[in-house]
């Protein structure tokens, strides 16, 4: 956690939840998703969610007061039916757990009506190996934040973050063993309440809330967009681009050569085709400082395996997080994305639906070689015989189809814009009869 200091009031909860995206996007990651305590919780976490292309979904919790006094709070239960109680709270006034069934069971009522109205019949989300940002729009003793976090604690997240605009020191305290990072924007010694912090601290409908998590908040199909995905102990560099009228998804899997401006042609000329793409890095920046030319990730360090894994990580995120990757797959692999495109189409066949392999090193992945049956398009440059009888071994070594092409603007496509045109026209077209 590291508050900053912010001008405050803040106006709203939207302005609270733009001002909290920017600090909660290096965090999220791995098929990341908002969970928002209603009723205020939600328009902060609807503008975090809208901000970083995020889908968007309510966790449910219910404060469970003192009979007579319900403003002071000795616990809270959450949808799973959980209760987690204060017992020093309890302790001080001289209460037990057996004073609140009636209280208990008030509130299993009400939160059973308020799941009613906000998910209308869709189920619960799925948390498990997820980033999952669970946002409230303060955080005065934190009961009902403890209740949330221990409840999608219990789903098995990969990451688990507790994003809020406003909270006391002394409840962020009594939190950090509850998630695995905790983003305030501030943290003021004279916090009373949280309502003092906002400018607009309006209460909301049900209707409301419903109509905030009804809006679209997934990473798009038209605009490019920057993303990070999580990959084992890595986090991968990535950019996704829309197309009109998507008819699959391609990812386009490199070293570190998304910036590379040939590369960038390729996947504008797919898009054109009307596919969307993903260009993966399949190194982090500090892999590809001793290794900026190289055609194995094995001289970076990384195995050829493990770069398998990652483009596997990637594909596994776009079809969870993305619409259009829902549908079929495709890659597209340069420089160490070769050898993992093909090592990942082989354990993954039912993810991946077509290769183009352009240039690199097929030999890398020789023992999977077998075991790819899902179709393969070898690009290599006529010039390079040692590059196209490469290819050739590889494809005829292949357990499905595959085919060997000659194109002016394969491997290092270094040549000019229309070498390159025809790199990605192939690539396109071998999509086009496979996807």
């Known amino acids: ?60 919790v219910r404060k469970i007061g003192v ?29 037990t757990r057996e004073h609140l069934q009636r209280t208990v069971a008030a509130e299993r009522v009400e939160l059973g009506r ?33 209740a949330a976090l221990r409840m999608v604690r219990r789903s098995h997240p990969a990451r688990l973050l507790l994003a809020v605009p406003v909270a006391a020191q002394a409840a962020l305290d009594a939190l950090g063993g509850d998630a695995d990072g905790i983003v305030a924007l501030t943290v003021p010694d004279n916090f009373r309440a949280v309502g003092e912090w906002y400018r607009d601290f309006g209460q909301l409908s049900d209707e409301e809330v419903t109509a905030l998590i009804g809006e679209p908040h997934e990473a798009p199909a038209g605009p490019t967009s920057a993303v990070r995905i999580r990959a084992g102990e890595v986090t991968l560099d990535a950019e996704l681009a829309g197309a ?16 590379d401006p040939a590369q960038r042609a390729v996947a504008a000329g797919l898009g054109r085709a009307g596919y969307a793409t993903l260009l993966l890095d399949l190194l982090t920046a500090d892999e590809a400082r001793p290794a900026a ?30 619409r259009t990757g829902r549908g079929r797959v495709g890659v597209l692999g340069s420089g160490p994305g070769v050898p993992a495109a093909l090592r990942a189409a082989a354990d993954h066949p039912a993810d991946i639906a077509a290769v183009v392999l352009n240039g690199g090193r097929p030999d890398a992945a020789a023992e999977e070689l077998g075991r790819v049956r899902v179709p393969v398009l070898a690009l290599v440059q006529g010039s390079d015989s040692f590059v196209r009888e490469l290819a050739q071994w590889a494809v005829g070594r292949l357990g499905g189809p595959g085919e060997v092409r000659e194109v002016s603007g394969a491997e290092r496509l270094t040549g000019s814009g229309t070498a390159w045109r025809e790199a990605g026209a192939a690539a396109a077209e071998w999509f086009d009869r496979h996807l």
């Open 1 to 60: 956690m590291n508050p900053l200091p912010v001008s405050l009031p803040f106006t709203d909860r939207s302005e609270a939840g733009r001002r909290l995206a920017e600090r909660v996007r290096p965090h999220v990651a791995d098929d990341p998703l908002v969970l928002a305590l209603p009723r205020g919780g939600v328009p902060v976490g609807a503008e975090l969610a809208r901000l970083l292309r995020i889908p968007l979904d309510v966790v449910v």
């Open 67 to 95: 009979p007579g006094h319900p403003e002071l709070g000795v616990g809270a239960i959450a949808e799973d039916g959980h209760v987690c109680y204060d017992d020093a709270a309890l302790a001080r006034l001289r209460l």
């Open 114 to 146: 308020r799941l009613e109205a906000y998910r209308r019949g869709r189920p619960p989300p799925d948390l498990r190996g997820r980033d999952v940002v669970v946002v409230d729009d303060g955080i005065a003793t934190g009961g009902t934040a403890r």
């Open 244 to 259: 009109a009228g998507v008819r699959a998804t391609v990812v386009v899997a490199l070293g570190r050569g998304r910036e």
């Open 293 to 322: 030319a190289a055609a194995d990730p094995r001289d970076a360090g990384v195995g050829a395996a493990e770069a398998a894994d990652r483009l596997a990580a990637a594909v596994g995120w776009l079809r969870r997080s993305t």
